[in-house]
């Protein structure tokens, strides 16, 4: 069956970076593109950005763009998301989620920024 | 960025239907397939609902899902316990090249 495996929680301090992995198993990795979106606390789902697993090709919501790095390791058939410069606000759960249908999820990754 | 509009919240006592709306536009909803996804307590969201009335292997047919212009609509008939969750609305937006949100509507079983 389909899985996606995250990192577990993480605190940072204001302008350190985290990095999340996604680790996909029960399908061919290359063959869907990887979604990341972020929940913080009592806000609404939020798109960060998404890589074509096969080619590496990525796309980044524009609110994240310069601060967040999405790459993947396909012999591992993993992926991982990078966010920079983090802020109090960033706190948040991180998810990983396949194809544009958003059809398997990861079980989420807190990142917590605090001083 | 555009935004999805859906109510904060909804409730029904069991056996009962609800319905839940997301308001988007002609450049969003209009033009473009909506997914539902269920969120329950501390868990990561599942696909309810895809291409407007679509049910993913394993979601009961009391799920449904409809398009009217600009909105979109999530239907439960014969509420259940196990319905309360957190229910988000979703579509492509060609603006920002991904996936945008509905706020989310809590469904309680009275």
């Known amino acids: 069956q389909v899985q996606l495996v995250q990192s577990g929680a993480e605190v940072k301090k204001p302008g350190a970076s985290v990095k999340v992995s996604c680790k996909a198993s029960?399908?061919?990795?290359?063959?869907?593109?990887l979604y990341w979106v972020r929940q913080a606390p009592g806000q609404r789902l939020e798109w960060m950005g998404w890589i074509n697993a096969g080619n590496g090709n990525t796309k980044y919501s524009q609110k994240f763009q310069g601060r967040v790095t999405i790459t993947r390791d396909t012999p591992a058939s993993t992926a991982y998301m990078e966010l920079s410069s983090l802020r109090f606000e960033d706190t948040a759960v991180y998810y990983c989620?396949?194809?544009?249908?958003?059809?398997?999820w990861g079980q989420g990754a807190l990142v917590t920024v605090s001083s | 960025q555009s935004v999805l509009t859906q109510p904060p919240s909804a409730s029904g006592t069991p056996g009962q239907r609800v319905s839940i709306s997301c308001s988007g536009s002609?450049?969003?909803?209009?033009?473009?397939?909506v997914n539902w996804y269920q969120q329950l307590p501390g868990t990561a969201p599942k696909l309810l609902i895809y291409s407007y009335n679509q049910r993913p292997s394993g979601v009961p047919d009391r799920f449904s899902g409809s398009k009217s212009g600009t909105s979109a609509s999530l239907a439960i008939s014969g509420l259940q316990s196990e319905d309360e969750a957190d229910y988000y609305c979703a579509t492509w937006d060609d603006s920002l090249n991904g996936p945008v949100f509905g706020g989310g509507t809590k469904v309680t079983v009275l």
């Open positions: 029960g399908y061919t990795f290359t063959s869907y593109a």
């Open positions: 002609s450049s969003n909803i209009g033009n473009k397939i």
């Open positions: 989620a396949r194809a544009s249908i958003l059809d398997y």
